[in-house]
């Protein structure tokens, strides 16, 4: 029987003959195969509004502080609760933009376009401040400053503070505080990532900034001149590699060149799912146990929620799809609790649905997280949801054929298949019944046509999925 390997997600490609999948989703790319892709376990209350962003920062004692925000309120994580730091007054903050936080020190600083640069100093504050009146959409740390991108008087601006002094922000040759107006026609600044250099993305350009002391004290060099990143929330960083979507796809900046990483393979399956009208929604994170780029999207069925994961496994340098229901992903550190503890997350021991085994519990780890839909934080061991396959299409060089029998190679999980044919390219997929498999692993199927594509659902865990073993024969031979 011939074997379809579930191979890489390639829904761009053509169905026929695609060397790949045309769908994988809520799945991780895994090795030579895939794995499932676990829902979300809340462990904290609700925020008063939709989360607008979220950071687990690091204190000079290595503790991790969890702070997020919302449209009129600052909040900081102690175990499983967020309690409100704002300032005096709180906030107003558009639906359409979001917070950003950054730490130098133990003073934490947070930023969002129309509110003044906020700051709270862990171990000292009990609530944020003004650290100044600069306003600004983006923040970062490059070396020993902080730095933010579009200002609010100037949206091709990149300010940055003192050297060694987050407070001090007037432009000096002594303080080494500057800004710099990156002019022209690439349009405003998008993001700002930090390190030891800066990278700035404007709608369609990205520019290089380099310390070089005084007087210039940042040398800012346009390194790509004929894209940037589209939309804000898109822009995701690990190490000094920067990951970020742009009007025609997903790239890789490396500080120096971008790379495609979607081209012929997702992009196109993205832009017709994408919900424009939601574009100031779009968020990213690394999932650093799976080695993913993941961005959070609304679909076009979706009003306003972020139904759609699509990730990227820098690794296998593989796609995937998840379904889901949140309002921002990041990172955090869950916390650890006592038996009496997990009243929390919930009064009654037997509504649990997170594993007594789950690491959720022993707490201490840095993980992929994010706001679901009920505003709450949680992290991604829940149990996972149907995983679902489709291959290309299959022939026996253009004759017409039957399906007999299909056996997937699976290990777990309760596994249906459906087999879908149709008679010319462009005509309509046909699909049959769902089949169960038998006792032995097999899935007897009669489905006959000229292209044959196999689509496989896995309830439940399982530990890996390879693709399929199709029994096919030749129409009118038995």
């Known amino acids: ?37 676990n829902t979300i376990a809340t462990f904290s209350n609700a925020l008063t509004n939709r989360a607008q962003g979220f950071a687990n920062l690091v204190a000079v004692d290595g503790s991790r502080k969890i702070f997020a925000g919302d449209s009129s309120k600052l909040y900081q994580l102690s175990n499983s609760t967020f309690s409100d730091v704002s300032k005096s007054g709180g906030y107003t903050v558009s639906q359409f933009d979001q917070w950003k936080f950054t730490i130098f020190g133990n003073t934490v600083i947070a930023a969002s376009l129309g509110q003044n640069l ?55 040759q002594a303080t080494q505080a500057d800004y710099q107006d990156l002019v022209g026609d690439h349009g405003p600044v998008t993001g700002i990532n930090g390190g030891e250099f800066l990278t700035v993305f404007m709608q369609s350009a990205i520019f290089r900034g380099d310390y070089v002391g005084t007087p210039l004290i940042f040398q800012f ?12 929330g898109s822009v995701c960083s690990l190490g000094h590699l920067s990951y970020y979507l742009s009007e025609d796809g997903f790239y890789m900046f490396d500080g120096r060149v971008s790379t495609p990483i979607g081209a012929n393979k997702i992009n196109k399956y993205f832009f017709d799912d994408y919900n424009i009208a939601y574009a100031d929604r779009i968020c990213s994170s690394i999932d650093p146990l799976n080695n993913l780029i993941v961005w959070a999207y609304a679909s076009n069925e979706s009003d306003g929620v972020l139904d759609k994961l699509i990730m990227y496994n820098y690794t296998t340098q593989r796609w995937t799809t998840a379904d889901v229901s949140l309002q921002m992903l990041g990172q955090a550190q869950t916390p650890g609790y006592t038996l009496e503890q997990m009243d929390d997350i919930d009064s009654s021991i037997d ?9 959720l519990w022993a707490g201490g780890r840095i993980t992929f997280s994010a706001f679901d839909n009920n505003k709450k934080l949680g992290v991604f061991t829940e149990a996972p949801n149907t995983a679902s396959f489709t291959t290309g299409e299959l022939d026996m060089e253009g004759r017409r054929s039957s399906i007999r029998n299909i056996r997937p190679i699976i290990d777990g999980g309760t596994v249906t298949v459906q087999v879908g044919s149709r008679d010319k390219q462009g005509g309509t997929v046909s699909y049959g019944s769902t089949v169960s498999l038998t006792a032995s692993g097999d899935a007897p199927v009669r489905k006959t046509g000229r292209y044959h594509r196999f689509k496989t659902n896995i309830t439940g865990s399982f530990t890996n999925s390879y693709g399929v073993e199709v029994e096919l024969v030749a129409e009118g031979k038995r």
């Open 221 to 232: 060099t346009k390194v790509n001149n004929t894209h940037g990143a589209s939309q804000p």
């Open 118 to 172: 906020q700051k709270f100093v862990i171990g000292t504050d009990t609530v944020f401040s003004d650290l100044t009146s600069i306003q600004a959409k983006f923040l970062t740390v490059v070396k020993d400053f902080v730095f933010t991108g579009y200002n609010s008087d100037q949206s091709q601006r990149v300010r940055w503070s003192a050297l060694n002094d987050p407070t001090d922000w007037s432009p000096s």
């Open 351 to 359: 509504n649990q649905t997170v594993s007594f085994d789950s690491p």
């Open 1 to 37: 029987m011939p074997f379809i390997k579930f191979g890489e997600l390639l829904p761009d490609l053509p169905a026929y003959r695609n060397p790949g999948c045309l769908q994988a989703n809520n799945v991780i790319s895994y090795g030579d195969g895939y794995k499932p892709f």
